[in-house]
């Protein structure tokens, strides 16, 4: 007996790591797509009943318009975090004074909370007291910025106040990806004649692609996720102009007595998630193991 | 005369290499300077705003400094007005907040090293495979969980408690401390591990007395992240917890949206500082501590 326990320690001491996730990750997961194929309302039933709660899910157009939503701001999302993150990344590597308050500054959105940011936006957005009144004050009589409470716009405030919080961790991961390139590589080339333009465009940013894969990966999955700052900027609104998979779920779950059709978007979500990460963590793993 | 003007022209192209360069010095400078100020504006305005009375925010702009340095807005949203119901303020969730997040910081760093030591240290055929399993955890939506897990909490007798917003923080946490403490003891050399079994050191005392000691700065990276990421939660927090059970980034919000009489854009702004405080000063005191969780976090995968 005592043998035994000796012999099996290690694996005793993983197993509530590995049956916590087991049930909390897993076997949840498998209970939500289950439930996804029911027609439960307001609470779970378990009689099949195929794809109903897909189809209605893909006739509805709070989700059609969720969907957009997140398409749109996941485009704009990724181009702006990784164009300013690079941007500055680049920047920073030229032996600037200063650059540790730099970095801080431009990284310290990362800790603060989507609720606390998105508080701060809403403020610094609103028409009536926010920047629309900063510029007229200035003399400008005529700006308006109404994105806030525009229908058509408004996703696009979203996107300002996630740019913002997101744009530094891309900044930390180039820069990290930059300095860890040999100094031998950038001397070479600049003997050669290569000016620092083409150093970076030809030489140092093609040996960034797996930072721009991981920068990538992460960004989608941030923003497929988003739902605190979409409370905490919009509510979805004005009207449902700004909603989003993960806000449509938990209205649909939580308000809305809808429990089947939450849990089919949720699986939506979750294959969304997976198509992304998946690759991702076959890649890390055979790059992992070829060393 | 021919070598004299060839000088001079090359001395011309020096010179002017070193106004572009100057010139682009001054551009670079220019740049970062312009995206450091759109970093800092929200949380300059957070700060001001806080300060002024309502009838300065109103007659001035966004970016007016307060006439006094006035924090009875801070008071408001820190210990309320003292009129009983509907006075809502911050310290009893900030106090919530604290609760839910020391132990299960300490839980899921704790297992976290334990499950990072076995995978790393004792290893066994398939450890790959478990540590994948486990990995895999720290990309779900968390939608996709969240319906069994309020049935469950309901079933534990604990939904709307600090106490199952432990259990939450704990179970997800999981995934990302294993991979920060596994990912740290692969490169400690296994043959000290090795050396202590010959000396007939069991599975504990090498932890303790070789792991351990030398875990110090991985354990403060796991911490600063696993705090950070528990103390900003709202997902959870708003899905499993109402009224007076909830933490702060949800009593944040709720104050906020509440449309009751005037908005007071200082009390908002001083409540947001006040919810982001503790995570702003951990960035602060250990910056890079926090950078290397977020960079490996995610890079390491």
Request: proline share 4%; glycine share 8%.
């Amino acid at each position: 007996m005592f043998k035994w326990l000796e012999k099996n320690l290690p694996k005793i001491v993983m197993a509530p790591a590995v049956g916590l996730i087991g049930w909390f990750v897993y076997g949840f997961v498998l209970w939500t797509l289950y439930i996804s194929f029911t027609n439960s309302k307001i609470l779970p039933k378990y009689e099949l009943w195929g794809f109903g709660q897909y189809e209605k899910l893909w006739a509805s157009r709070k989700w059609l318009i969720s969907v957009d939503n997140l398409l749109v701001f996941t485009a704009l999302f990724l181009i702006f975090c990784i164009v300013i993150g690079i941007i500055l990344a680049i920047f920073l590597d030229q032996k600037i004074r200063a650059e540790g308050v730099l970095r801080t500054i431009y990284l310290y959105p990362m800790a603060l909370s989507f609720i606390v940011t998105g508080t701060a936006w809403k403020w610094i957005l609103n028409p009536s007291l926010g920047l629309q009144k900063m510029f007229i004050d200035w003399g400008f009589e005529n700006f308006t910025f109404d994105w806030l409470v525009n229908r058509e716009m408004a996703i696009y405030t979203i996107v300002i106040a996630g740019v913002w919080q997101s744009a530094g961790f891309v900044m930390a991961l180039f820069l990290a990806g930059l300095r860890s390139v040999e100094d031998e590589i950038v001397k070479a080339a600049k003997i050669d004649g290569a000016g620092l333009f083409t150093v970076y465009w030809k030489i140092l940013l093609p040996m960034m692609r797996p930072v721009f894969f991981t920068s990538f990966v992460i960004l989608v999955h941030i923003s497929i996720k988003s739902y605190d700052l979409i409370v905490a900027l919009t509510q979805g609104g004005p009207g449902i102009s700004t909603t989003m998979p993960a806000l449509f779920m938990t209205q649909a779950a939580f308000h809305k007595s809808q429990v089947g059709l939450s849990a089919a978007s949720a699986m939506m979500m979750f294959m969304a998630v997976a198509a992304v990460i998946i690759p991702y963590l076959y890649s890390e793993l055979r790059r992992e193991n070829a060393r | 005369m021919q070598d004299n003007l060839q000088r001079s022209s090359y001395e011309q192209l020096e010179q002017k290499s070193k106004y572009t360069n100057m010139f682009l010095r001054w551009f670079l400078y220019f740049v970062l300077i312009l995206f450091a100020s759109y970093f800092i504006f929200p949380l300059y305005v957070m700060v001001v705003t806080s300060l002024k009375t309502m009838e300065e925010i109103r007659q001035g702009t966004l970016l007016t400094w307060p006439s006094s340095l006035n924090f009875d807005s801070w008071l408001v949203a820190w210990g309320g007005r003292g009129y009983g119901a509907g006075d809502t303020f911050l310290r009893p969730y900030f106090w919530n907040s604290i609760k839910m997040v020391v132990p299960a910081v300490f839980f899921s760093t704790f297992i976290g090293a334990m499950t990072g030591y076995v995978l790393t240290k004792w290893r066994f055929k398939g450890d790959q495979w478990v540590f994948l399993f486990l990995l895999f955890g720290c990309f779900i939506p968390f939608q996709a969980i969240l319906l069994p897990m309020a049935r469950t909490l309901g079933a534990l007798g604990i939904s709307n408690s600090v106490v199952g917003l432990v259990l939450v923080h704990t179970v997800y946490g999981i995934p990302f401390t294993t991979l920060f403490f596994r990912n740290y003891y692969v490169s400690v050399p296994t043959e000290l591990v090795k050396a202590a079994r010959i000396d007939g050191a069991g599975f504990f005392k090498i932890f303790f007395k070789i792991l351990l000691p030398i875990s110090a700065p991985i354990i403060v990276v796991t911490v600063i992240w696993q705090f950070t990421q528990i103390w900003n939660d709202f997902l959870f927090g708003s899905t499993f917890s109402f009224g007076e059970a909830a933490p702060i980034q949800v009593a944040l919000n709720n104050m906020v949206l509440s449309s009751t009489s005037v908005k007071e854009y200082n009390v908002d702004m001083a409540s947001a500082i006040i919810a982001g405080i503790p995570t702003l000063i951990v960035y602060v005191l250990a910056g890079k501590y926090f950078i290397r969780g977020l960079t490996s976090g995610a890079v390491k995968g």
